[in-house]
């Protein structure tokens, strides 16, 4: 059976820290801390997602003074959805080796 | 010291995020923009380590095919033209014989390959032919001798022969006499060995060797 992307446990964690409040723009920064996902998974997944278009990366200028702009995310609209089907497909175990949200190993 | 270590970190992020250049790609950039954010020496480390393979997976990304594949064949070329200097350096060496000490089984000018590695692993052996490092005078040189005993074993001579713990030893490899000039019975200490050149009587001796002057054992002819 061919893998279907976008199911790994670090990635469906991302998608629900996206989904929390899917119109705000994140910082990487935060997402790592909301996932408990280290920096090294979490940006080759936002890499991956935005370069297929799930994911909407954008530089925003820092409010804090000194500090250089910061990379924002957003999940696009076709992300969103994707995102939400994954979830709704993880969350019921239907499957006995089917990824479970609760249960992702820590990076 | 958690300064230093947040220092340290934030270095080595903006090497591998931007090299030489001003600035790096937009995946490194970000996670460098972002390394304010941490706190303490260990979360700064681990999102700089996080970092830096984002960076390489990024340049990785980056380029194209064609480089990516000459890249490959330059690696590949540097390993070959290199690899043989190590082997030579670590595994197999070029030894000239550098006197008649060995006559009759290794003539003076010939060049034989040692082997540098295997009696590290498996230890020495009675009869194996090992060079060794000498200094005299300040001047560092290379003997090849055979090996006779091993630590603990007991080395003497009785009717122009050689015995090791009270037999006489089989030395078909020899030419002339057996025993060597001015033997002396001895018990072999240990981390040396006791070796004698073939060419008994005309060699000569240095026994015990200690085994860290031992450079490695003779193989072949080349």
Known sequence: MPRIPHTSPQTLRLFAALLADPTRRRYGYDLSRETGLASGTLYPILMRLTRQRLLDADWEASTEPGRPPRHTYRLTAEGAALARERLAAARPPRRAAGPALATGAGA | MTGLVRRLAYRMLVLAVRGRRDRGGDWGEAVLAEFPGTSGGWQALRWSVGGVRTALRERRAARSRAATLRRRIAV?????????FGVQHWLLTPVYV???????????????????VSFRLTGLRHADVVAFARVEQGRRFTAVRRVIGLAGDEIGCRDGAVLRNGA??????????????????????????YVLGDARGVAREWSPVPLDRIEGRLLTRL
């Open chain 2, 98 to 116: 550098p006197s008649a000490a060995m006559a009759p089984t290794l003539a003076p000018g010939d060049r034989w390959l040692m082997d540098r």
């Open chain 2, 76 to 84: 590949a070329a540097a390993v070959a033209v290199l690899a043989p």
């Open chain 2, 168 to 193: 006489v030893l089989d030395e078909p490899y020899l030419a002339g006499p057996a025993a060597p000039a001015g033997c002396a019975p001895m018990t072999v200490p240990a981390g040396t060995v």
